[in-house]
């Protein structure tokens, strides 16, 4: 089976191209320099402080700020066509310092999390990112990749062991089979998820700024949680970009935000992801 993974991680990759997962949107560009940058500016910051919030609070400022951020999604949704343009919002008071989006537009949001938060620009950035998951259909996305990297590694399993006989029992064939399938369903999964992480982070931006945030104080959600995670640099198989470059993708969206006359993010449908690109290397 071994040397069978490295075509079906490509080939997974190569449907994934064909299918619907990649940004919508023209997303911001950064250079190795303004990473560097990022990354030294992340490295001075301080640690992440617990502000003495009770529960019953911040539930009360996500509900308010969700609100606050819906009503000013819309145009955004319309660009997208995305007829729904309503959240459900869900407060869960474990200790866990988590916020998530998940199907039929559910945002949880968790007071493991709202205990970090300083203001309410920076409650208000994890909503709108949440948002922008749910705006850019990254939930059906995801389960569209993972169902045609499956159903592609199968096929090409199929293919390779019919011109190269050697499975002595139908057991063992039917289990690397599905060896075969679940690697296909995981570089599905993943092949775009940190497009979608980008996208979901500028999408927000925008909606931040119909809301009438300041950009300036939300952009310091993501200087302590990237400092947070420890990582530097973006490798091919995370889920989610490293904090370096994605804080500095934020100021680049936010200073196109400052120069957008109509507060719509730009779109752009011929992007290819090069991270996918690069398995083929």
């Known amino acids: 089976m071994n040397k069978y993974v490295r075509k079906f991680t490509a080939a997974a990759a190569m449907l994934a191209l064909a299918g619907c997962g990649g940004a919508a949107h023209l997303l911001p560009q950064v250079s190795e320099g303004e990473t560097n940058r990022a990354l030294s500016e992340i490295e001075a910051a301080p640690a992440l402080q617990i502000h003495q919030r009770s529960a019953t609070k911040a539930r009360g400022i996500v509900f308010e700020t969700a609100k606050r951020l ?15 343009c309503v959240f459900n919002i869900q407060f869960n008071d474990a200790d866990e310092m988590n916020a ?10 968790f007071q493991g999390l709202a205990k970090y938060l300083q203001s309410e620009d ?11 998951h749910h705006i850019a259909d990254h939930i059906d996305k ?3 990749n993972q169902l045609i990297g499956s159903i592609l590694t199968g096929l090409l399993f199929a293919l390779v062991t019919a011109s190269s006989p050697g499975y002595v029992n139908s057991y ?16 599905g999964a993943i092949s775009f998820s940190k497009e979608h992480e980008r996208e979901a982070d500028y999408i927000s931006a925008y909606i931040l700024a119909r809301a009438g945030y300041d950009l300036s104080k939300a952009r310091s959600l993501w200087m302590k949680f990237t400092k947070e995670s ?32 109509d507060l719509l993010p730009k ?15």
């Open 230 to 261: 420890g990582r530097t640099q973006t490798g091919l198989f995370d889920t989610h970009p490293a904090g370096p470059e994605r804080l500095a993708a934020w100021d680049k969206s936010v200073a196109e935000v400052a120069l957008s006359k």
């Open 142 to 144: 995801s389960q569209g």
């Open 122 to 132: 920076e409650f208000a950035a994890v909503i709108a990112h949440e948002m922008g």
């Open 100 to 109: 998530y989006a998940t199907g039929e537009n559910k945002i949880v949001f």
């Open 267 to 281: 779109l752009d449908n011929t992007g290819v992801d090069e991270d996918l690109l690069s398995i083929f290397d």
């Open 70 to 84: 819906e009503d000013a999604a819309g145009p955004v949704c319309d660009q997208l066509e995305e007829t729904v």
């Open 172 to 187: 063992q064939y039917n289990q690397d089979l599905q060896t075969a399938m679940n690697l296909g369903s995981t570089v």
